[in-house]
Structure formats: structure tokens, C-alpha cells
């Protein structure tokens, strides 16, 4: 006979009620239901998977470096070769720098303690998605100042998308698309902008191996490149005007 007002009230002072009486007992079954879930993303051993296949993919590799100094599972004709994808046959293996950075990584934390390739492939994309705010910011500190270089810092460090990429574990080649293209225009405006031709030497050579480096991480660094090379292109057609009429005194003479 109770209204659903009073009914309500009811089941919610009963319910507060068991939580009080039985709060040792429930607090138990939810850590004991909270294990469940966690366990179905843990290894036997309790080490917490790896996000997607891809990254599986360069933990292989990235192993067979350690292993034996190459990508490969083995060497056909003196090149490496992938012996499980397309398995029995298998596929030759093009050259990629992931591996190689995975395995360095790993050598730096094992001096600290005895990692799992594992957790180096987890630290690695936050290491390097932290260290693409330095050129971001040096790069905005260029054209705006300080004010400009904190902003653009931390626009790209809480970019949704960028975040999404370079997680904890998230050990594909995404990060490099953001850590090498800021780096080497950094360094290239560095060089375009540096006062001493020794330091406009530097900075350039250190542009173009960062672009090289780039190349051999993902096929599409030819747009980079591209992009440098119209900068480039540009600024020297803006330093050509800039000297129209020397240029045109030097023409009158000749």
C-alpha cells in the first residue's frame, strides 16, 4: 500500500543498511571481482598484455635483434627473413629502425634491473610522445616567444588523438609520425635562422639525418621531405626579392 516514493525510500535505507552490516564481506567481493577483470588482460605470470598484434609484431623483432643482431627469424641468401608471417613460406623483412630503438632501450634499463623487452616496449612511447613537446615548444618559442612555445607544448601533449597513439604498451611506429617531423623542422628552421654558417652546417646535417632516420620508420616520410624542400624553395625565392635590386645592379654591370 505504499506509494513508490515511499517504496524507494525503503529499499534505499534497506540497502544502506547491508552495506554497513556486510562491508568487510562486499568490499572482498569487489576486489575479488576487480582481479577477474584484470586477470583476462595479464599473462600467466601477471605482466599486464601488450595493446594490439602490431605491437607483437616488433616485440618479435625487436627480440631476434637481441638474439642475433637482425629483424629476421633467419637469413635467406645473406638478408633477413619474417619465417611466420605467411608461414611455412614466409616474407623477406623490410628494414625498420622500431626494433632497433625497442632494443637499444632495453640494453639502457637493463643496466637498472633485469626488464622484459616488454617493458621496454611499454616505456618507449611515452618517453618519446614526452620528448616531442621539446622541438614543439622550441618551435612556437621561434615565431612567438615563450608564451607561444608552453602553449603548443601542452596543446600536443593533451591532443586526444595523440594521446590515444602513444599510450603506456602502444609500441607501433605511430609516435615517430609526430617525434621525428617536429624534430627535423626544428632543427631545419634552426638552420634557416642560425647567424654563423658553422652552426647553419650543423643544424642542417642534423635535419637531414633526422629525416633519414625518419625514412626508416614509415614509408610516408617522402611528404617531410617535401615539405622541407618547398620551405626551402620559398625562403629562397623571399631572399631573392628581398635583393631585387642588388641583383639588378649586378645584372647592369655584367
Known amino acids: 500500500s505504499l506509494s513508490q516514493e515511499a517504496k524507494n525510500a525503503l529499499a534505499n535505507q534497506r540497502i544502506t543498511e547491508f552495506k554497513e552490516q556486510n562491508k568487510q564481506q562486499?568490499?572482498?567481493?569487489?576486489?575479488?571481482?576487480?582481479?577477474?577483470?584484470?586477470?583476462?588482460?595479464?599473462?600467466?605470470?601477471?605482466?599486464?598484455?601488450?595493446?594490439?598484434?602490431?605491437?607483437?609484431y616488433y616485440l618479435r623483432q625487436a627480440e631476434n635483434v637481441l638474439d642475433h643482431g637482425h629483424i629476421g627469424d633467419s637469413l635467406r641468401d645473406g638478408e633477413p627473413w619474417d619465417d611466420f608471417t605467411v608461414a611455412p613460406i614466409g616474407r623477406d623483412v623490410d628494414p625498420n629502425l622500431h626494433p632497433y630503438v625497442i632494443a637499444s632501450l632495453y640494453?639502457?634499463?637493463?643496466?637498472?634491473?633485469?626488464?622484459?623487452?616488454?617493458?621496454?616496449?611499454?616505456?618507449?612511447?611515452?618517453?618519446?610522445?614526452?620528448?616531442?613537446?621539446?622541438?614543439?615548444?622550441?618551435?612556437?618559442?621561434?615565431?612567438?616567444?615563450?608564451?607561444?612555445g608552453l602553449f603548443a607544448?601542452?596543446?600536443?601533449?593533451i591532443s586526444a588523438p595523440f594521446l590515444g597513439r602513444t599510450g603506456a604498451g602502444f609500441a607501433d611506429t605511430d609516435i615517430y609520425n609526430v617525434f621525428f617531423p617536429v624534430t627535423v623542422l626544428w632543427l631545419f628552421i634552426e638552420s634557416m635562422t642560425a647567424k654563423t654558417n658553422k652552426n647553419k652546417i650543423i643544424?642542417?646535417?642534423?635535419?637531414?639525418?633526422?629525416?633519414?632516420?625518419?625514412?626508416?620508420t614509415w614509408p610516408g616520410w617522402w611528404y617531410l621531405l617535401d615539405l622541407v624542400i618547398g620551405a626551402a624553395g620559398l625562403y629562397a625565392l623571399y631572399l631573392i626579392f628581398l635583393s631585387r635590386k642588388n641583383i639588378k645592379n649586378v645584372y647592369k654591370t655584367i
Open 26 to 56: 562486499i568490499e572482498l567481493q569487489t576486489q575479488q571481482i576487480s582481479e577477474q577483470f584484470k586477470a583476462n588482460y595479464k599473462d600467466p605470470e601477471g605482466n599486464v598484455y601488450l595493446p594490439d598484434l602490431d605491437t607483437y
Open 153 to 157: 607544448a601542452s596543446l600536443l601533449a
Open 107 to 148: 640494453k639502457v634499463l637493463d643496466i637498472f634491473g633485469n626488464p622484459r623487452v616488454e617493458d621496454a616496449m611499454f616505456l618507449l612511447p611515452v618517453l618519446l610522445a614526452a620528448l616531442s613537446t621539446i622541438p614543439t615548444f622550441l618551435i612556437a618559442r621561434k615565431i612567438g616567444g615563450n608564451t607561444a
Open 203 to 216: 643544424f642542417g646535417s642534423l635535419s637531414g639525418i633526422a629525416l633519414g632516420l625518419y625514412a626508416f
